[in-house]
Nanobody, 123 residues
């Protein structure tokens, strides 16, 4: 499945922003979806994941209570609502798709990746 992430930009600390990830295929509802991020000079890390039905969700500890993942299967889109943004959230954000099963935080379990959207949070 081809993925296109969007919605990044330059915001101030404390602001909110929503990222979107659109899929090109009707099979989008068959996939669990995840968001990952890579800060400059750091390895890519897990942010959030949601199962194909939207029932099971998991977050990285660093974003719990501030970020919310959701999906609209009718629109082939997964979202990441971010609030209380911090400079440490500055990163390129990637969406990714994995086959149904248990939700996973492991990058190698994801078979399709979007191109990334850059979020910069100024202090």
């Amino acid at each position: 499945v081809q993925l296109q992430a969007s919605g990044g930009g330059l915001v101030q600390a404390g602001d909110s922003l929503r990222l979107s990830c659109s899929a090109s295929e009707r099979s989008f509802p068959d996939y669990n979806m995840g968001w990952f991020r890579q800060a400059p000079g750091k390895e890519r890390e897990f942010v959030a994941t949601i199962d194909w039905r939207g029932y099971r969700i998991a977050y990285a500890d660093s974003v719990k209570g501030r970020f919310a993942i959701s999906r609209d299967n009718a629109k082939n889109t997964v979202y990441l609502e971010m609030s209380g943004l911090k400079p440490d959230d500055t990163a390129t954000y990637y969406c990714a798709a994995s086959r149904p099963g248990r939700i996973t935080t492991i990058q190698s379990d994801y078979t399709s990746w979007g191109q990334g959207t850059l979020l910069t949070v100024s202090s």
